[in-house]
């Protein structure tokens, strides 16, 4: 692995531990939601985690941003290894890390004015005087392409797409880095997230920053990423460039959840693959997590664990019919 | 229109205008919509946030939020009888029996605190169709969403199914009565892709086994392709565009119509830059004069700033109809 810039992540685990009683509080179980998980991307470039609901994507992020403790695993920013940091140095690593929530309507405080919004970072991080936030709130807002005279005005008076800019915007004051971008476009209408993903894309190609993108929603994903990340119950189940990964699916999750996503396109009908949910991670099968819905089912898959191999250059999977 | 003489026609809505009467002003939420389904056929009614297709739905359950919102003109048609001259208790006759909903999010339109057999209950009781077993019943609308052991489920809590088996209960519930027309509001917009298509599948089932037809209000165009065979697309309360599933996605006419089927990321397919609709929509507060599209339309003409453009037809016998000067 390289060590210059972006990210490292190595065997991440977040174990949740389920108590039962209030007093004497007692561990009855646990719920790995991330297990063992290694990825790493360059800088200027785009990671994207794909799974469903509750298959770990949001705790990963969240331990990478800091807001969550791993249970054990590095994650290294620029070969700097932020976990088990000091307070005061984890205050100056998210002036590194920035993030873009899901839903602009919750994630702008209604109370604060855009020019608030956007100038927020640079005051909690006490960075230039107030006529120097002023002069970077409008460049930043040049950049995502708002008009100047939004500044005065309250999120509520903006449209959705509007909104995700002002989020973007913030998230650019601190000159990050690395941005997560948490579903970015999925609260969005169709006519505009094209305009989001293609800021977005623009904005990577001017600052260099690099991208961690959760979506369920695999075509975006697949637009703006140049690697990705399958994710099934708290476990990497293929790792691949863009180009691997859509065009020669290994693991049958992964094929399963390419051929189930439905197309804009009347003469190409899908029929779902996939039969029944994600099983509960407080009580997952044993082997491959997958192996009761998988259609290529073998004996072997029932027992051991699989971790991922390497079954071709770049290209890793951990489902054990390309062992 | 040939269609009055349709036998098979079962919804037809002229001219239906929605307003809302705020401080601000009058939103003409929906402002003079004119469409019809037919008996067991599956419409998409496609558009953004804020075009009124959610209002549309709405106006047809005559349940427009009062007292802002008002149905103030146009008729509604229900097998040749205007729901608009219906009573209140009328019309509570006819939901969830003849016509019933389904609405975006599982978790809220399901009572967290009653037992799924009370909920799907009530859909019998309410209706007075509580001859044989209750109970029975109950596991009938279970298996015919195809619940897994229904016989167990049905004494659980929502909180205790996931996501997609909530919609499937939803969808059990709504179509307990073979109401003959079922409208989907955006049935598919809280769930994961792999349940998304499990879903659209039940109700493609759903719509073969009980003959209902469906309105499916949605954004996304991959879930209309999927299950629809026709589109309607709403743009700033009217609707811009009529057409059969297969001419739309070929043959787009209105630029707002092109412009969002370009604009969808194609999986398998990556290219540099995706197309996308610059602007935003226009206030419905003070919409413009002449065609809304216009002022993000870049094909628009001197005419459409000033003139809304008439409704012009295409193809007669596939019912392609579109709003637009361009056409004219």
Known sequence: MNNQGGIQVKNLTKHFPITSGVIFSRTIGVVKAVERLSFSIERGKTFGLVGESGCGKSTTVNMILGLEKPTSGDIYIDGENIIGLKRKKIFDLRRKIQAVFQDPFRSLNPRKKVKQIISEPLLVHKIGTKKQRHERVLELMDLVGLKPDAADHYPHEFSGGQRQRIAIARALSLNPEMIILDEPVSALDVSIQAQIINLLVDIQQKLKVTYIVISHDLAVVEHISDKIGVMYLGQLVELASVKDLYNNPLHPYTQALLASVPIADPENIRESVLEGEIPSPLNPPSGCYFHPRCNKMQPECKKGKKVLHESSPGHFTSCPLFA | ?328
């Open chain 2, 1 to 328: 229109m040939t269609e009055n003489i349709n036998k098979d026609l079962l919804l037809k809505i002229q001219g239906l205008k929605t307003h809302f009467f705020t401080k601000r002003g009058v939103v003409k939420a929906v402002d003079g919509i004119d469409f019809s389904i037919r008996k067991g056929e599956i419409v998409g009614l496609v558009g953004e946030s804020g075009s009124g297709k959610s209002i549309t739905s709405l106006s047809i359950m005559r349940l427009v939020p009062k007292p802002a919102g008002e149905i103030v003109e146009g008729k509604i048609l229900l097998d040749n009888e205007n729901l608009l001259e219906k009573s209140a208790e009328e019309m509570r006759q006819i939901r969830g029996n003849r016509i019933s909903m389904i609405l975006q999010d599982p978790m809220v339109s399901l009572n967290q605190i009653l037992r799924v057999e009370y909920q799907i209950g009530e859909v019998f009781r309410f209706h007075k169709k509580t001859n044989g077993s209750l109970r029975e019943k109950c596991i009938n609308v279970l298996k015919n969403v195809k619940v897994p052991s229904p016989e167990l489920r049905i004494r659980d809590y929502p909180f205790q199914f996931s996501g997609g088996m909530c919609q499937r209960v939803v969808i059990g519930m709504g179509i307990a009565n073979s109401p003959e027309l079922l409208i989907a509001d955006e049935p598919t917009t809280a769930l994961d892709v792999t349940i998304q298509s499990q879903i659209l599948q039940l109700m493609k089932r759903v719509q073969q086994e009980t003959g209902a037809a469906i309105l499916m209000i949605t954004h996304d165009l991959a879930t209309v392709a999927q299950i629809c065979s026709r589109v309607m697309v709403m743009y700033a309360g009217r609707i811009v565009e009529k057409a059969p599933v297969h001419t739309f996605y070929k043959t787009p006419a209105h630029p707002y119509s092109t412009g969002l089927i370009k604009s969808v990321p194609v999986l398998g397919k990556k290219i540099g830059r995706l197309f996308s609709i610059e602007g935003q929509p226009p206030s419905l507060l003070n919409p413009p004069a002449g065609c809304c599209f216009a002022s993000r339309c870049n094909m628009a003409k001197e005419i459409c700033h000033s003139e809304y453009p008439p409704e012009i037809t295409l193809d007669e016998n596939a019912n392609h109809r579109v709003s637009c000067w361009l056409h004219a």
